[in-house]
């Protein structure tokens, strides 16, 4: 069998191109005629008009943070769903509480792709510990086994024993769940003297996956590999065997903005992942900012996919800081940014001394910005006293922070 779940994951990136942003004009449309939300939020927008990186720049982010405002004042999906409740298959309860759709399509969440990449061929029995209580993972991994022609095991969350058990009676060679319970039941399986050894694969997520955690659950015989994704969006990206990189799903647009804006940017600098679905026609999220951060990688990857890298997850954009009793916002800074063309990059630093908060924004401009004048915009914006402070051009640590709160407490 192949190695590459589908033709689409060795496309040229020419076509790869032509192809997304045709269907991208067509999901932008659709979610015009038929989800209240979008129709009010692009209107105006001639979706055929969308036909290069910038185009889509310019239309509104959806941020994740505001779903819940968003669903309680226009029960129950916010006006973001294309169809009828009761054309939906399932609707889902993430924290918040946050409520999320999905439709009878195969393989709706489109996870099928991260499991072939993880190894997993029709006929494997897959062990499935993504919980199947109110959250989509356990039907995300489900349905994406059933798409591919494997078996489940709906194991769910606890019951680590009786998990044992069923591995040591049922042999299943292929997990799906979070990396750290797998650890647990591998290391229980040996514990209990219960044969564990038939899971040879696993395609983890939910959680942060370190090198030393994944060392040790290769050395307890089990290869494993990542996935990112969420309730809201299904599949964003996933790991391949040559383990450079998350390669981006066929079916998702990614773009990387400056967190508390809509703006994109440069390749390989940290920012917000922000996604565009291509797919699903019931909840067709245009812009959905994710809250995450990652950067988008040089090259393509070695395994011979073809489509865009980013470097993973590297923690969240939501900076919102408490100063002197007040809320200061990344989008706070960014409207600072905005008054002042000189300023290149920002970093909004918060320190105490003696209990005291002190704010100052260090800012890497062209020559001719008036320090004086931006602090100026800093105190209207926030409504807090703060400092600005010009740097050397590229000083600023590539991390995504435009906040960074640097006090500590004894």
């Keep these: 069998m192949s190695d590459f779940y589908d033709a689409k994951e ?60 968003r669903q309680k004042a226009m029960p129950p999906l916010g006006g973001l769903a294309a169809a009828a409740m009761a054309k939906l298959k399932h609707v889902y309860q993430s924290p918040g509480p946050i409520y999320e759709p999905d439709g009878f399509e195969a393989d709706h969440w489109r996870f099928a792709r991260a499991m072939w990449c993880a190894g ?5 029995l897959v062990l499935n510990c993504f919980s199947y209580h109110l959250t989509p993972a356990g039907m995300l991994v489900e349905s994406a086994a059933h798409a591919i022609g494997c078996p489940v095991i709906p194991g769910g969350v606890g019951n680590t024993e009786l998990q044992v058990q069923a591995i040591n009676d049922l042999k299943p060679v292929a997990y799906g769940g979070t990396p750290s319970f797998l650890r647990i039941l591998l290391q229980k399986g040996r514990e209990m003297n219960l044969d564990v050894s038939s899971l040879k694969k696993a395609l983890v997520g939910g959680e942060a996956l370190p090198p030393s955690l994944r060392k040790e659950i290769n050395d307890l015989g089990c290869f494993v590999l990542q996935s990112y994704g969420t309730a809201d969006l299904g599949l964003i990206a996933y790991e391949s065997p040559a383990m450079e990189g998350l390669i981006l799903d066929e079916d998702v647009i990614v773009e990387i903005v400056r967190p508390g804006t809509g703006d994109l940017v440069a390749e390989g600098e940290v920012g917000e ?3 565009t679905t291509l797919r699903n026609r019931e909840y067709p999220l245009i812009r ?35 100063v002197k009793g007040m809320f200061v916002t990344p989008g706070q800074i960014a409207q600072v940014v905005a008054r002042h063309a ?18 100052v924004l260090k800012v890497e401009a062209k020559a001719g910005l008036d320090a004086a004048k931006a602090a100026e915009s800093l105190q209207a914006i926030c409504k807090l006293r703060g400092s600005v402070e010009i740097v050397a051009s590229g000083s600023l640590p590539n991390d995504g922070k435009v906040i960074a709160d640097l006090r500590t407490y004894q």
């Design 10 to 69: 060795t496309r040229d990136p020419a076509t790869r191109q032509a192809e997304q942003w045709a269907a991208l004009r067509g999901q932008i449309a659709h979610a015009q005629a038929n989800a209240p939300y979008f129709s009010e939020t692009l209107k105006g927008v001639n979706a055929q008009d969308i036909k290069a990186p910038a185009d889509l720049a310019r239309l509104p982010v959806t941020r994740k943070s505001d779903l819940h405002a």
């Design 342 to 359: 000189e300023i290149a990059k920002a970093r909004l630093e918060v320190t105490s001394e003696n209990n005291v908060d002190a704010m």
């Design 120 to 124: 997993l061929r029709p006929g494997d």
């Design 273 to 275: 992942v922000v996604v």
């Design 288 to 322: 959905f900012a994710t809250g995450d951060l990652s950067a988008i990688m040089a090259g393509s990857s070695p395994c011979g996919r073809t489509n865009t890298r980013i470097k993973g997850w590297m923690g969240r954009a939501d900076q919102t800081t408490k």
